[in-house]
């Protein structure tokens, strides 16, 4: 069974750029979870998808940051446009489940460097 | 609000030698604990997880944590540590209720000496 993946590993952009992160879930998996590490900090959740739908996007820091998941399938988040402050490790987690206990899966992240 | 407190950023322990890492915990009445690992280049592992039930848990690679209540800690033990256990670890908590988002810690950073 494959597993999260993420695209790209790695991105560098400068800032006011726009970029798109992609995130493809394990098969069968509903719920598709986006969180983020920005340098040394905690890992913090952004938002979280059942199917196609906005669960919780109550992590999303502002405007800038659009998640989409088209069909319930991939997803992307998109950072338009980008600042310094956007620079982290962006993680992307799918799980069978909802509620108590579920266990996500994570991908290998996608390190964005804003400049 | 729940939050998760690793008071360790760095631990360096010699090859063979036991490892412990921990972490304390604020939640709800009753919390979700998980250990999550990062090896260079890689993504988050799950290496264990806290239900109900036994208090003490085993995980994979070796990996054991136990669950205190009264002190609202999930501490992570190893006994005996390899080269490769050199990674970051992160302590977890959540989802509980209607509430899905984990809530992690900042991360140890374990170095093994040889």
């Known amino acids: 069974e494959a597993g999260v993946t993420q695209f790209p590993s790695h991105s560098v952009i400068e800032k006011g750029q726009t970029v798109t992160l992609r995130c493809d879930p394990i098969?069968?998996?509903?719920?598709l979870y986006w969180y983020r590490r920005v340098m040394g900090k905690e890992i913090k959740f952004l938002l979280h998808f059942v199917k196609e739908s906005k669960q919780d996007e109550s992590g999303m820091p502002n405007n800038r940051f659009l998640a989409e998941r088209t069909g319930g399938t991939y997803s992307t988040l998109k950072v338009q446009p980008a600042e310094l402050e956007d620079s982290g490790v962006y993680f992307c987690?799918?799980?069978?489940?909802?509620?108590?206990?579920?266990?996500?899966?994570f991908g290998p992240g996608t390190r964005l460097t804003v400049t | 609000a729940q939050s998760v407190t690793q008071p360790d950023i760095h631990i360096t322990v010699s090859e063979g030698a036991s490892l412990e890492l921990r972490c304390n915990y604020s939640?709800?009445?009753?919390?979700?604990l998980f250990w999550y690992v990062q090896s260079p280049g890689q993504g988050l592992q799950l290496l264990l997880k806290y239900f109900s039930g036994d208090t003490l848990v085993q995980g994979i690679k070796g990996f054991e944590a136990e669950f205190k209540r009264s002190q609202s800690s999930f501490n992570l033990r190893k006994p005996s540590v390899h080269w490769s256990d050199a990674a970051e670890y992160f302590c977890?908590?959540?989802?509980?209720?209607?509430?899905?988002?984990?809530?992690f810690g900042a991360g140890t950073t374990v170095t093994v000496r040889a």
């Open positions: 098969s069968g998996h509903d719920n």
């Open positions: 977890a908590v959540g989802p509980w209720s209607n509430d899905y988002k984990l809530s």
């Open positions: 987690a799918s799980s069978q489940r909802t509620g108590g206990g579920n266990e996500q899966y």
């Open positions: 939640y709800g009445a009753t919390p979700y």
